[in-house]
């Protein structure tokens, strides 16, 4: 009995400190648990959020714009973005897209221009450009090149921006006349828009010309040992500098055409005066202010000065000026005339690989022919000993013959019709020459 009430009040105290240790376990849990579900309320709104940004980011593409200073900047803007900024269509875009990568594009639109030449995609404004994928290996040379070109030239055109301000702020007279002078006091530099083109088209002929040029120089010592020496490995080597002249001179020609396409068309070249059509847009509103600002005159002269407005406006939309084109022709005309010696430099290098096929063709020709002669030459000599095959042959046969009863006949026999076999070769061999079917 005492040991089953010693047994017993050890299972009490073990109970009560079995207690206390749950109790206490608790205590240490509850705080961890206790703010679970609140965290994951919490991250509903977030984790959806996060997974727009995602896909939004996704949607975005890399560009880098450059402004009339030089000042450049890196976003990532999406579709929607781009075409409210430079005011094009969503076709551009798709020009600018990787499925027409190895296209080239000079497209003029309102407001910007949108170049696709080869690895330069950029859509420029009168006052910035947007350069597509900025930080790919063969992009990073053009965007040094022209941060340089725009930090050189930002100086000259600020002032002449601010002078076409100045000068476009003076064009109505007391009579409501256009006072603009289109020649003005000095030659003033190209445009903003047309220093990028030039920049484009530069670094892109350049880019051409090298390729082309580095193609050459391993062209030549390739062709020469294939002239040399016919085989496998050197027909190889051929096939494979034809399939990258090909390549290049499809590139060489996109470029070309297009800008021979715009030199064709003096409208689109027009066109291509963005800082012109923004300096017309500027004048015109300011003229249309001016004549608002004048609208409480009586009648006859509201008429007059709506007249003059008219024929401002016109004379503002559509100069009369017949050369308004000739820089950007000059400048399309250079980069035309780069890209047609670059043209004739592949040319010629094919030209020179058709004189090697020629070439080759000829000497396995040769080769051919020394065949043929040799085959010849030894059908007539088997037809000579084959008639003293058959000769020998004949006599071969058991039939009775007073030859056999000559003695010593065996090898006059032989020797004979061993002659008359050569002979026959030569006189075949002649026959042949005579009518030149062998060389001499």
């Known amino acids: 009995m005492e040991d089953m009430g010693k047994q017993a009040g050890k299972k009490k105290v073990f109970s009560f400190f079995s207690r206390k240790l749950r109790s206490a376990r608790r ?12 965290g994951v309320v919490g991250e509903g709104p ?39 900024r430079a005011s094009i269509p969503t076709r551009d875009l798709r020009i600018l897209g990787p499925i027409f990568s190895h296209s080239s594009n000079i497209i003029a639109r309102e407001k910007a221009i949108v170049i696709n030449l080869e690895f330069i995609k950029a859509i420029v404004t009168a006052e910035e450009v947007l ?49 603009h002078n289109e020649k003005g006091e000095d030659e003033e530099e190209l445009p903003f828009e047309f220093q990028v083109l030039e920049v484009a088209l530069e670094f892109v ?82 003229l249309m202010a001016s004549a608002t600002s004048n609208s409480i005159v009586l009648a006859p002269n509201l008429t007059r000065l709506n007249s003059n407005v008219r024929g401002s406006a016109s004379f503002a939309s559509f100069p009369s000026d017949d050369n308004n084109v000739e820089d950007l022709e000059m400048l399309l005309e250079a980069y035309f005339m ?68 000559v003695p010593h006949i065996f090898t006059p026999f032989v020797a004979g019709t061993s002659a008359g076999s050569f002979l026959i070769f030569l006189l075949v061999l002649a026959y042949a020459r005579w009518k030149k079917l062998l060389g001499s």
């Open 27 to 38: 205590t240490e849990l509850q705080p961890l648990m206790a703010p679970a579900p609140i």
């Open 46 to 84: 977030t984790v959806q959020a996060g997974a727009k940004g995602a896909k939004k980011k996704a949607g975005s593409r890399l560009w880098m714009r450059f402004d009339r200073t030089g000042q450049s900047e890196v976003a990532e803007l999406d579709k929607n973005a781009i075409i409210r």
């Open 131 to 179: 350069l597509l994928d900025p930080l790919c290996q063969e992009v990073l040379p053009f965007v040094e090149h022209l941060r340089q070109q725009i930090r050189l030239n930002s100086p000259s055109k600020v002032h002449g921006h601010v002078h076409d301000d100045v000068q476009g702020k003076k064009m109505l007279s007391t009579e409501g006349q256009w006072l």
């Open 205 to 286: 002929c350049t880019y051409l010309d090298s390729s082309v040029s580095d193609l050459e120089r391993n062209a030549y010592p390739v062709l020469d040992d294939l002239a040399m020496n016919v085989s496998t490995k050197n027909l190889e080597r051929v096939r494979s500098l034809k399939s990258n002249l090909t390549r290049i001179l499809a590139r060489v020609q996109k470029v070309r055409d297009e800008i021979e396409h715009l030199l064709d068309d003096n409208e689109d070249m027009a066109q291509l005066y963005l800082t012109r059509k923004q300096i017309q847009n500027q004048q015109f509103e300011a």
């Open 338 to 405: 780069q890209l047609e010696g670059t043209r004739n430099k592949i040319l010629s290098v094919r030209e020179y690989i058709d004189d090697t096929e020629d070439y080759v063709n000829i000497q396995l020709d040769s080769h051919r022919n020394e065949l043929i002669q040799l085959q010849l030459v030894l059908g007539i000599a088997s037809f000579a000993i084959a008639i003293n095959t058959l000769v020998a042959g004949l006599f071969a046969m058991n039939i009775p013959c007073d030859l056999f009863q």
